[in-house]
C-alpha cells in the first residue's frame, strides 16, 4: 500500500533552517510529484510547491520563493522540503502529499511539526 | 490567482441529517481539477472526490460531489458520527502548476 513517512518534530530558533523528509513506499517513486502543505495551529492548509522525484524539477508558491528548497534522493524514495530564515510564522505541520494525474493530493504523510521559537 | 470560498464556515447538523457544504471560486475552475478534503484533529487530510464528483478510493457512497463553472458543492447524505470533521476544496492549475485551498467548512454535532 501508499505510505509517505516524515521525519519527527523540530525545534528551531529564529532565522534558522530545517528540512524535513518524507520517504515513499508501495509505489514508483519517480512516478508522481511529491507536494508539500503546510498548516498552522487551527488554520487551513497552505500549499508550498511541488517536485517531480524524476527530473527534480520544482516549483514554488510565490510566498516562499527564495526560501524553501525541494529535493530528492531517487536511491531511497525519499524527498525533502528545506525552509530556510525561519520564524516564528512558519510554526506549522508540514505535509508531503503525492500529487495525482487528476489534479488532486491522493495521499498524504503523518506530518511533521516544526515549532519555531526562541 | 484564483481564490476559493467556502461556505458555510460552520455547519452544525445532528447524526442522519444531510449535510451540503458549498466551496465557490473566483474564476471558472476546471471540473477535472476540482477536489474535495476530510480533516480530523490530528490527522493529516483525506482526499474524498477528485474530478469535482469522483469518488477516492474506498470513500463510501454516502459522499457525493457536484458542480461546475465556479460553484461545486459536497453533499453527504446521512451524517455518521465519523463525518464530523473539517472539509476542503481545493483547485488545480497547470500552467504554472500550483494548488488553492479554501479555508474549508467545520461540519460539528449539533
Redesign the interface.
Given at each position: 500500500q501508499v505510505q509517505l513517512v516524515q521525519s519527527g518534530a523540530e525545534v528551531k530558533k529564529p532565522g534558522a533552517s530545517v528540512k524535513v523528509s518524507c520517504k515513499a513506499s508501495g509505489y514508483t517513486f519517480t512516478s508522481y510529484?511529491i507536494?508539500w502543505?503546510r498548516q498552522a495551529t487551527g488554520q487551513?492548509?497552505?500549499?508550498m510547491g511541488?517536485m517531480n522525484p524524476n527530473s527534480g524539477n520544482t516549483?514554488y508558491?510565490q510566498k516562499f520563493q527564495g526560501r524553501v528548497t525541494m529535493t530528492r534522493n531517487t536511491s531511497i524514495s525519499t524527498a525533502y522540503m528545506e525552509l530556510s530564515s525561519l520564524r516564528s510564522e512558519d510554526t506549522a505541520v508540514y505535509?508531503c502529499?503525492r500529487g495525482?494525474s487528476?489534479?488532486?493530493?491522493?495521499?498524504?504523510?503523518?506530518?511533521t511539526l516544526v515549532t519555531v521559537s526562541s | 490567482e484564483i481564490v476559493l470560498t467556502q461556505s458555510p464556515g460552520t455547519l452544525s447538523l445532528s447524526p442522519g441529517e444531510r449535510a451540503t457544504l458549498s466551496c465557490r471560486a473566483s474564476q471558472s475552475v476546471s471540473s477535472s481539477y476540482l477536489a474535495w478534503y476530510q480533516q480530523k484533529p490530528g490527522q493529516a487530510p483525506r482526499l474524498l472526490i477528485y474530478g469535482a464528483s469522483s469518488r477516492a478510493t474506498g470513500i463510501p457512497d454516502r459522499f457525493s460531489g457536484s458542480g461546475s463553472g465556479t460553484d461545486f458543492t459536497l453533499t453527504i447524505s446521512r451524517l455518521e458520527p465519523e463525518d464530523f470533521a473539517v472539509y476542503y476544496c481545493q483547485q488545480y492549475g497547470s500552467s504554472p502548476p500550483i494548488f488553492t485551498f479554501g479555508p474549508g467548512t467545520k461540519v460539528d454535532i449539533k
Open positions: 510529484d507536494n502543505v487551513g492548509l497552505e500549499w511541488w516549483g508558491a505535509y502529499a495525482s487528476y489534479g488532486d493530493l491522493d495521499y498524504w504523510g503523518q506530518g | -
